[in-house]
């Protein structure tokens, strides 16, 4: 019995509605299907696997009900035993399915309402699939769109078919957009979130501004000129690093533009926002002064280890080195990605006598010698008396000022220096309670030991419950690293695994030894 409905007109609903949502006509279609299906379980039973069918050439619409062949029946109204279907039909077998044609049902008109909220439901799915799946690879790209609608100071940008969101704090001070406005703006993410694909726009973002000057300069488009760098103050100042792959082409000049009409039409796009363009380098000192500029450095200090550079200005430079609120100094330090410490050439001299005295009277105390042998030494760049005491006598004596005696009694006073102050540390150590065998590890020096010991690691068992960075954190980290660390107190949790293995072994002793009184 044949009982398909001719439903021709379902066939140009889905034409109309593929064609207005810009989604593939069988996505429609399915949609349909499945809202029939809907509306069947709801006439006769929501547990039974009632499935339609739109025939995509005629319209015939079919509604039947299927039944899962199966050894044990776990749902009645969906499955049937496989010793009962095979008297319907002796060719089923497990996992196949009984299909029972349904007669067409008459859509009442909550019926027809319910069709139609689960049709509308899976092609806004389908819709926003299609939006996410068109703009998931676009982040990172400029678009221009039409402000759609303003919700509280955040704006709904519309990009095409789909709608975007340029929150508040992505705009650029002080600029407003009415509903209507052309807007730019760059795409930094687009996320699949429960209430469908959601695109975020910028224009504060450091890649908007690079990508501002990859339509206005052809040599950045054409990979001549690379920009390695960006730091923004939205709206008011920014860096930009950049490096040509060509040595004949200025990078500088080029992003400039002939009479800085390249420059000034990304200038204008970013409301005013000055621009420095600077030459990128592969010497972190040379970047770092490139990037304080207009402001000229005299002298650079790095510390690698610490992410840090020191940077000397003569004195009526440091108000331009360091900028309006610090701003030239913190966008510096945002493009090189090293902490910038911005010191006058006053300071940087009053500095280095104060360190030089401090060394000075260092050696001065610990060698008893007079202020000008101990200024020798440090000007010979001597820091620590271990440093002297473990320098060759002929080195020393090579020293202009110095000869054979002098050295000799410099090595002789530094090593005794050393010997007394060990000796104070180990009595210190002592009065700590830090026991021998946390003292018996070579990579603790007495003055590590102390530290320890004023920390409250005396035991062994103390120094095996730390961590390898609780133990940096104690002894610091110009005194051992972590690596060191977890070595030494792997070392101290020996003991423990060793009294482990002791216990093992006794109860097998134990064992043996109390069979004779259980015969007994």
């Known amino acids: 019995m044949d009982t ?3 439903r021709p007109e379902l066939l140009l609903v889905a034409d109309a509605v593929a064609r207005e949502k810009s989604i593939d006509r069988e996505e429609v279609l399915e949609a349909m299907e499945q809202a029939i299906q809907k509306a069947g379980r709801a006439k006769y039973g929501a547990e039974k696997d009632i499935r339609a069918t739109i025939d995509r050439r005629t319209g015939d619409v079919r509604l039947s009900r299927w039944t899962e062949v199966v050894e044990t029946v776990e749902n009645e109204e969906t499955q049937i035993p496989v010793h009962i279907a095979k008297r319907i039909d002796p060719a089923l077998e497990i996992g196949k399915f009984i299909v029972d044609p349904l007669p067409p049902i008459d859509f009442g008109r909550i019926a027809a309402q319910t069709a139609k909220q689960v049709i509308v439901q899976r092609v806004r799915e389908y819709e926003r699939k299609r939006q996410y799946d068109e703009f998931k690879d676009r982040v990172g790209e400029i678009v221009n769109g039409v402000v759609k609608r303003t919700e509280y100071g955040n704006l709904m940008v519309e990009i095409g078919r789909a709608e ?4 508040r704090d992505e705009l650029i001070p002080r600029e407003s957009f009415r509903n209507g406005d052309r807007v730019r703006a760059y795409i930094y993410d687009v996320r699949e979130e429960p209430r469908g694909p959601q695109i975020f726009l910028s224009r504060t973002h450091p890649a908007f501004l690079a990508k ?70 592969p010497q972190a000192a040379t970047f770092v002064v490139n990037a304080l500029a207009p402001a000229e450095v005299t002298k650079v200090v790095m510390d690698e280890e610490a992410g840090r550079v020191e940077v000397v200005v003569p004195d009526e430079q440091l108000s331009l080195a360091i900028g309006r609120r610090g701003q030239n100094v913190r966008l510096a330090s945002q493009l090189t990605r090293w902490d910038i410490d911005i010191l006058t050439e006053a300071e940087e001299s009053e500095r280095r ?42 080195e020393l004596a090579e020293i202009e000022g110095f000869d054979e005696n002098i050295a000799d009694q410099l090595l002789m006073r530094a090593e005794a220096y050393l010997v007394r102050r060990d000796q104070a540390l180990n009595e210190r150590r002592l009065e700590l309670g830090v026991a021998e065998e946390v003292a018996a590890f070579e990579a603790f020096t007495p003055q590590m030991l102390v530290t320890l010991g004023e920390k409250g690691v005396k035991t062994l068992d103390d120094l095996a419950d730390l961590a390898g960075d609780e133990l940096v954190e104690i002894l ?18 020996a003991h423990w695994f060793e009294c482990e293995e002791g216990e093992t072994q006794a109860a097998p002793e134990a064992a043996a030894g109390a069979a004779p009184g259980e015969e007994s």
């Not at 610990?366 to 473990?390: K, M, P, Q, R, S």
Request: net charge negative; proline share 4%; glycine share 8%.
């Open 4 to 6: 398909a409905v001719a």
């Open 164 to 167: 975007a969101l340029l929150r």
């Open 212 to 281: 501002l000057f990859a339509q206005e300069v052809p040599e950045i488009y054409d990979g001549i000129i690379e920009i390695k760098a960006v730091a923004r103050d939205p709206g008011s100042r920014a860096k930009m690093a950049v490096i040509s792959r060509d040595h004949s082409i200025d990078p500088v000049g080029a992003c400039v533009g002939m009479r800085g009409s390249r420059v000034q039409a990304v200038v204008q796009e970013l409301q005013g926002e000055k621009i420095d363009i600077i030459p990128w380098s």
């Open 353 to 394: 006598q104060e360190e030089f005295r401090r060394r000075t009277g260092l050696f001065v105390d610990a060698l008893d010698v007079d202020d000008v042998i101990a200024g020798l030494l440090v000007t010979e760049g001597f820091n620590t008396v271990e440093e002297l005491a473990y320098t060759p006598r002929d």
């Open 476 to 493: 610091g980290e110009d005194a051992i690293d972590e690596a060191a660390a977890n070595d030494i107190i792997m070392a101290a949790r």
